[in-house]
């Protein structure tokens, strides 16, 4: 049983552009989480998908914006690019909302 | 103030010794507690989780919680080199609601 999978693995972007992060969850799990984690730091929650709907979102700008299919994958997207943004990004999935099971991540740099 | 508080170490110990982690909260709220295994530049991995009051143990490891205090601990017993990693402690209150994590302890347990 594959666990939670995360591409790409590492990516270099530039102030001011975009970028999409893309996460499949574990067999049988139906909820997506994202989470941001800076260096020395826990995971901050980005927020939540199920059935294809944003359910809860933490204190994250309009930037960061998201989307889950039909087969529960994810997708993060990040506009307008900032330094502060780099940092590891999780993904994280549920099948009951607290026991959360993390894919290996995506570290992303901006310059 | 934080709503979960983790002494970020970090934490040396001999090859053996008994390891004692430890969170503060202040949400009411949270029921579920959870702690996350983090090896360095890897995805937090789920160690074991626990339901309101009381002791959990899983091998070498053994949760406890006492929501009158606020405070939960994660006890390591014969601790080995391969311990060595960021620990996380978690909290929810349950259902979908979001899990909210601690800053990590890096523990480093010396052969």
């Known amino acids: 049983d594959a666990g939670v999978t995360q591409s790409p693995t590492h990516l270099i972007k530039t102030r001011g552009q975009q970028v999409t992060l893309r996460c499949s969850p574990k067999s049988g799990h139906d909820t997506v989480s994202w989470y941001q984690q800076a260096l020395g730091q826990g995971p901050q929650f980005i927020f939540q998908?199920?059935?294809?709907?944003?359910?809860q979102r933490g204190n994250f700008p309009d930037r960061f914006s998201g989307h889950q299919f039909p087969n529960y994958s994810s997708e993060l997207n990040v506009n307008a690019l900032l330094l502060g943004d780099s940092a590891l990004y999780l993904c994280?999935?549920?099948?009951?909302?607290?026991?959360?099971?993390f894919g290996p991540g995506t570290r992303l740099t901006v310059t | 103030q934080k709503e979960v508080e983790q002494d970020p170490g970090p934490l040396s110990v001999p090859e053996g010794a008994i390891v004692s982690l430890n969170c503060t909260y202040s949400?009411?709220?949270?029921?579920?507690f959870m702690w996350y295994r983090q090896y360095s530049r890897k995805g937090p991995e789920l160690l074991m989780y626990t339901y309101s009051s009381g002791n959990k143990e899983d091998g070498r490891f053994t949760a406890q919680v006492d929501k009158s205090s606020k405070y939960i601990s994660l006890f390591i017993r014969d601790s080995q080199p391969s311990d060595s990693a960021t620990y996380l402690c978690a909290m929810s209150p349950g259902g979908y609601q979001k899990v909210t994590f601690g800053t990590g302890t890096k523990l480093q347990v010396i052969p």
């Open positions: 994280a999935s549920s099948a009951t909302g607290y026991e959360q099971y």
């Open positions: 949400n009411s709220a949270f029921q579920y």
């Open positions: 998908y199920y059935e294809e709907e944003e359910r």
